[in-house]
Every structure is written in C-alpha cells, then in structure tokens.
C-alpha cells in the first residue's frame, strides 16, 4: 500500500511569539498553539505553564511527525458523538 500524500509535512518547527509557541509544518500551516506566562500571578491564575516548559512541549510535538512510529497506532479512534 502507498502512502497518501502528508497533509502536514515535515519538519514541523517552533517559532516563539510574544506569548506563545507555534508549531507549524513545512509549508508554514499553524498545528499548535502552546501558551507560557512568566509572570507568577498571572501564571497561577490562567493556570499555565512557564516559557520554559512550554518551549519544551512545543520541541515535542514538532518531534511528533519525525518519529517513525507516527501516526500511532495505539490510539482508540473516537468517532463524534452528536445529541
């Protein structure tokens, strides 16, 4: 079986903005936001994490579609549920 063409291609990278990181593909689609405050207050309060740990997620899941185990397999497939 063929692969079909990567809708996400890689390498996935991180750029740092003001207050987040963002994950894009290879062709500069946006994957994910990953937010940081530095500031202990307010950091507490929205319930995030530092910069710190933030840029290390955010290096983890650009790592995601590098690994040769991508897509895992082992996740359950959850089809939506309407009411």
Request: proline share 11%; with cysteine.
């Amino acid at each position: 079986m063929a692969n079909p063409a990567r809708r996400f291609p890689p390498p996935w990278s991180v750029e740092e903005q003001e207050a987040c990181f963002v994950v894009r593909d290879h062709d500069g689609q946006q994957l994910a936001y990953v937010y940081f405050e530095d500031e202990p207050g307010r950091r507490s309060a929205a319930k995030l994490l530092t910069k710190d740990e933030e840029r290390r997620i955010a290096a983890n899941v650009a790592k995601l579609r590098a690994s040769p185990s991508w897509p895992p397999l082992s996740l359950p497939y959850r089809r939506a549920q309407f009411a």
